[in-house]
C-alpha cells in the first residue's frame, strides 16, 4: 500500500512538474461576476439569523463567524443544545472554490451543503418544513422572497439565497495573489524559501490550485496512519462505504491558513508549525528541520486575504 501510494505521489509531482507555477496555483479574482445581487443579500440575512436553527438560539454565522475568516477558533463547535459535533469547523471563505464540501464530501453543492446544515441534529436541528413555516410566518421574509422568487419561501429558494451568499465570500488580493500576478517583491526572501521548499518537498502534490486544495480527496496519513487510527473518523468512508475510502479527507484549502486554527478534521492540532510537521511525517515521510517548518509557516501566512464582506449590503 505504502509503496503504491508514494508511486502515485511521484507520478503527480513528476506531471505537476511539467507545469509553470501560474498552472498550479491561480489566483482569487477580486470581482465575483456569477451571483444575483439582492438574493445574495437576503441569503447573507439567513445566514445570520438564528432563524434557521430548530429553537431559534443558532445562526450560520455562530460557528461561521464572517468577520473571523469564517470560523469560531474552536476545536469542535456547539451546535443546538449545546450539543457537541465530530468535527472541526471549516472556513466557508472561498468555500465556492472547493469540489464537494465538508470534510468527507458529502456534499457536491453550496446550495445542499446550507439545506443539509440546518437539517443536521447536532448542527442546526431545523426540520426544513418548521424552517420554511417559520420564514412563511416572518413579514419581512415573507416579503423578500416573494419579491425576488415567483414562487416565494421554498425550501430550495432558501437553498439558494443561501448559496447565492455563499459564492460571494471570496478572499482576494493576499501576498501569495500579487506575487502570482508577478510583484515579485510581494514575498519576501524567508516566505520565497517556504514557498520553494511547500513545492520541492512535495506539499504542491495536494495542495494547489486555486484554493491550495479543497480539489481532491487524500489519505490522513499516506505515510503513517497510526494518527488517522487514534482520531477514529473514517472520513470518506462514511460516505461511500468503500474499504479503500478509509481515513480519506478532502485535502483542505489553506487560504487564510494563519487565521483558522486549530487544525485538522478533529481541530487537534493547535498551531501551524506543528500541523506543517506532522504533515511532513504523514504525508510524505519526511523528518523536516525546524528552519524549513518556519520558512514554510511564513509562506503559508502569505495566503491570507482580504475579507470583503461589505461587498453585499442589506
Ligand atoms: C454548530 C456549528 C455550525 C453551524 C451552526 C453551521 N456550520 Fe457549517 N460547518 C460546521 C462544521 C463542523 C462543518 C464541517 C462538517 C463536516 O465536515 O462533517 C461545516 C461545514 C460547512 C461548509 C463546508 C466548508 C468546507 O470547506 O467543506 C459550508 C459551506 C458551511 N458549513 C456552511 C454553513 C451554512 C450555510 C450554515 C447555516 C445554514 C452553517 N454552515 C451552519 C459547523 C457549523
Ligand atoms: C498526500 C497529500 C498531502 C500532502 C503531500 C500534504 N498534505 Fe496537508 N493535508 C492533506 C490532508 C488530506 C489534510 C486534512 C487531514 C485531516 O484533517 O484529517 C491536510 C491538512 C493540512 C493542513 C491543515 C489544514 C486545516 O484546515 O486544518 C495544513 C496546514 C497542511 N495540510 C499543510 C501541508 C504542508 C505544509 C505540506 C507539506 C509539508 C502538506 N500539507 C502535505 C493532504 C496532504
Known sequence: MKIIALLLLLVLLLVQGAYATEQLFQIIPAAISDVAPRKAALGKQLFTDPILSGDNSIACSTCHILENYG?????????????????????????????????????????EQALSVIENSVEMDGKIENITRKLRQNK???QSFNKLYSDGV?????????????????????????YLQGDLDALNQMEIEGFKLFQSK???????GINIGGNLYQKLGVFDDSKAIEMGDYGRYLVTNNPVDKYYFKVPSLRNIEKTAPYLHDGSVKTLPEVVKLMGELQLGRQLSDIEVDNMVAFLKTLTGKITISAISN
Open 71 to 111: 470560523v469560531d477558533n474552536l476545536k469542535i463547535s456547539v451546535g443546538v443544545n449545546g450539543q457537541k459535533g465530530k468535527r472541526n469547523t471549516p472556513s466557508v471563505w472561498n468555500a465556492r472554490y472547493n469540489f464537494v464540501q465538508r470534510w468527507d464530501g458529502r456534499n457536491k453543492t453550496l446550495h
Open 202 to 208: 512535495g506539499c504542491v502534490a495536494c495542495h494547489n
Open 154 to 178: 421554498t425550501e430550495h429558494n432558501i437553498g439558494d439565497a443561501i448559496e447565492q451568499f455563499l459564492k460571494t465570500l471570496v478572499t482576494p488580493d493576499s501576498k501569495f495573489d500579487q
Open 140 to 142: 419581512h421574509y415573507q
